[in-house]
C-alpha cells in the first residue's frame, strides 16, 4: 500500500468518525426542570458515546484520528474539565454527581470516567510511539497541538486528582518529563502568582 492510499485512508476515518460524531460540548447543569435535565441527559449521552467511539477504537485507528483532529478531540475534552463541578462547588455537585434524579448522577459518573479514561489513553506515548513518531516528538505533538496544556493539567489535577492520584501523578509526569515547554509555562504561572500573593 502505498503512502497515499495510507493518507487517503486516515483522512477517510477520520471524516467518518467526524461525520458520525457533531463534537458535543458539555454544559453544567443548572437548573433541575425537566426540560434543562432532558437536553442536559441528552448532551451527556452524546458525550459518552463520543468517548466510547474513541475508546473502543483500535490503537492505530485511535491514533490517526487523534494526530490529524482538527482540535475537536482537544474542545471536547476541554469543554468538559473548564465546566466539570469541583469539589468545592457544593450545589453543582448536588445536582450532578450527587443528584437526587438517579439517571443524572449515573450519566455524570460515567461520562466523568469516560473523559478520564480518554485522557489516559491521550497521555498514553507507548500506545502512540508507532503512530506519532517517538517519544520526544509526542511531548511537542502534545504541547502543540493543545492536547494537554498547562491549564489543562491543572484542571485534570483539581478534577480526578482527589479519586485518582496516582494515575494523575503519572498523567503529569510523562507531560512534564516529555516536554520542557510544560515546566517553563509553570515557571512563569509561578513568578506571576508570587507577585500577586
Known amino acids: 500500500m502505498g503512502s497515499n492510499d495510507v493518507h ?5 476515518e477520520s471524516l467518518l468518525f467526524h461525520k458520525a460524531h457533531l463534537t458535543p460540548t458539555y454544559f453544567v ?3 433541575v426542570d425537566d ?13 459518552i458515546d463520543f468517548c466510547t467511539d474513541l475508546l473502543n477504537r483500535s490503537s492505530e ?3 490517526k484520528i487523534v494526530s490529524i483532529d482538527d482540535c475537536s478531540i482537544v474542545s471536547f475534552v476541554n469543554s468538559y474539565l473548564v465546566e466539570c463541578p469541583r469539589y468545592c462547588q457544593p450545589e453543582s455537585m448536588r445536582r450532578t454527581f450527587f443528584s ?14 469516560h473523559i478520564f479514561r480518554l485522557l489516559v489513553r491521550l497521555s498514553d506515548s507507548a500506545e502512540a510511539q508507532p503512530y506519532i513518531a517517538f ?3 509526542f511531548g ?8 494537554f496544556d498547562l491549564p489543562m493539567l491543572l484542571d485534570i489535577c483539581a478534577i480526578y486528582g482527589k479519586d485518582n492520584p496516582d494515575s494523575v501523578v503519572n498523567m503529569v509526569n510523562k ?3 516529555s516536554e520542557p515547554r510544560y515546566t517553563e509555562d509553570l515557571e512563569t504561572v509561578l513568578s506571576l502568582l508570587a507577585r500577586v500573593c
Not at 426540560?35 to 458525550?47: C, P, Q, Y
Not at 511537542?140 to 492536547?147: I, P
Open 8 to 12: 487517503d485512508r486516515i483522512n477517510v
Open 29 to 31: 447543569l443548572d437548573s
Open 35 to 47: 426540560s434543562s435535565v432532558v437536553r442536559w441527559e441528552e448532551n451527556v449521552g452524546e458525550m
Open 61 to 63: 485507528s485511535f491514533w
Open 100 to 113: 437526587a434524579i438517579e439517571r443524572v448522577s449515573l450519566l455524570q459518573n460515567s461520562l466523568h470516567e
Open 135 to 137: 517519544e520526544s516528538f
Open 140 to 147: 511537542d505533538f502534545m504541547h502543540s497541538s493543545g492536547l
Open 175 to 177: 507531560a512534564f518529563s
